[in-house]
């Protein structure tokens, strides 16, 4: 079955740094969601990657969908203590209705 | 506030029992979807609704079922419960596109259950 895999598990960061999280999936997507979940809160949507090789910017935040549509990059630049939080991918699969598959979850301490 | 209501908030209860969780989607959205978060997991997508009918289903253990109503509000039951049952479920809701293969998910606050 489908299997989406997000490195690393854990993510410890200054404050001021960049740093990237990575979600790969088994086979191909129709589209990538991610997700932010504060501790102690629930997930909330960031954005949604659906061509081959998107590119979307959110303020600090980059996301990538790379061009086999099997994988997929979140990088942070200029961490902040806003950033902490466990970012998860999710993955639709390509029949016409998609199950999503989440991934284990990136979690990111951010230390001043 | 993501317009996801779900109940009740805390659950505790005894192996052996049955539960039913309460979710209620944003108004106009016709999908629902149930996760289970244990603890330090991720998210496992259990099953998904649309417009009252059964429309993907992931890893949902035999003894869990689900059922969306003509109001579209949704119910979790899980029954013969065991101490691996304790997690966070959530409920999310989506909007009405084609498929609705290209909607973001809004999650309620979660239900946490407790088995002892």
């Known amino acids: 079955g489908q299997q989406v895999m997000q490195i690393p598990q854990y993510q410890h960061v200054q404050e001021g740094e960049d740093f990237t999280t990575y979600c790969n999936s088994s086979?191909?997507?129709?589209?990538i969601q991610w997700y932010k979940q504060r501790p102690g809160g629930h997930p909330v949507f960031l954005i949604q990657l659906v061509k081959s090789g998107e590119v979307k910017k959110q303020k600090r935040l980059t996301f990538q969908f790379g061009e086999a549509k099997k994988n997929s990059s979140l990088h942070i630049t200029a961490t902040q203590t806003t950033d902490v939080g466990t970012y998860f991918c999710?993955?639709?699969?390509?029949?016409?209705?998609?199950?999503?598959?989440f991934g284990a979850g990136t979690q990111v301490v951010v230390t001043p | 506030d993501s317009g996801v209501t779900q109940t009740p908030k805390h659950l505790i209860t005894a192996t052996g029992q049955r539960v039913t969780l309460r979710c209620s989607p944003r108004?106009?959205?016709?999908?629902v979807y149930w996760y289970q978060q244990s603890l330090d997991q991720g998210l496992q997508f259990l099953i998904q609704y649309y417009n009252g009918e059964e429309r993907a289903k992931g890893n949902i253990l035999e003894r869990f079922s689900a059922q969306q109503f003509p109001d579209l509000h949704s119910e979790l039951n899980l029954s013969s419960l065991e101490l691996g049952d304790s997690a966070l479920y959530f409920c999310a809701s989506s909007g009405i596109a084609t498929g609705a293969l290209n909607n973001e998910q809004f999650f309620g606050p979660g239900t946490r259950l407790t088995v002892l």
């Open positions: 108004s106009g959205d016709l999908s």
């Open positions: 086979t191909t997507l129709s589209n």
């Open positions: 999710a993955g639709r699969t390509t029949d016409s209705w998609g199950k999503f598959q």
